[in-house]
């Protein structure tokens, strides 16, 4: 019995890892999105092309 309930349990983390990172990968892909719109936006701005909006 002890077995089955740890293959279960083992079952059940890898497959809410999975998600999270699947979840994680979205998120990724949408920050890099606004950002990359950021950078062209802002690069062709009034000020002579040297607008940034981040602070690095």
């Known amino acids: 019995m ?3 309930l740890l293959v ?3 079952a059940l983390i890898l497959f809410g890892a ?3 990172v699947k979840i ?4 990724a892909l ?3 999105v606004i950002w990359l719109v950021g ?3 802002r690069g062709t701005s009034a000020a002579g ?3 940034r909006w981040y602070r690095w």
Do not use: E, T, Y
């Open 30 to 32: 949408a920050v890099l």
């Open 8 to 10: 279960l349990l083992l």
């Open 49 to 51: 092309g040297r607008g």
């Open 2 to 4: 002890v077995p089955i």
């Open 39 to 41: 950078f062209f936006v």
């Open 18 to 20: 999975g998600f999270a």
């Open 24 to 27: 994680l990968w979205w998120i």
